[in-house]
């Protein structure tokens, strides 16, 4: 019913940037409040940021001051950008929807920070 597909990840250099998108489709009510999440190996899945309908914002602890969520309800998209990107940030990275009582989460991108 509800469809969520991440993109924009990829290898980059420690202190440099990406900007994750999150495209939503399907049988969508309404544009809840969505999370970003992200999940290394051998770690556990750990929340990065929310973003409300009308556009408030809570971030993790680790990426606070330098990523900011943000939402075009026009074109159904959520997007995280992510600076001075560090080696700790390397994970799966994953939004997800709250809908009907029920979780959707996307298939996740993969975002690598090395040298």
Known sequence: ???????????????????LSCAASGNIFRLNAMGWYRQAPGKQRELVAIITTPGSTTYADSVKGRSTVSRDNTRNMVYLQMNSLKHEDTAVYYCKLRQ??????????????SS
Not at 1 to 12: A, H, T
Not at 100 to 113: E, F
Request: charged residues 10%; proline residues 3%.
């Open 100 to 113: 009907s009582g029920y979780d959707y989460w996307g298939q996740g991108t993969q975002v690598t920070v």
């Open 1 to 19: 019913q509800v469809q969520l597909v991440e993109s924009g990840g990829g290898l980059v250099q420690p202190g440099g940037s990406l900007r």
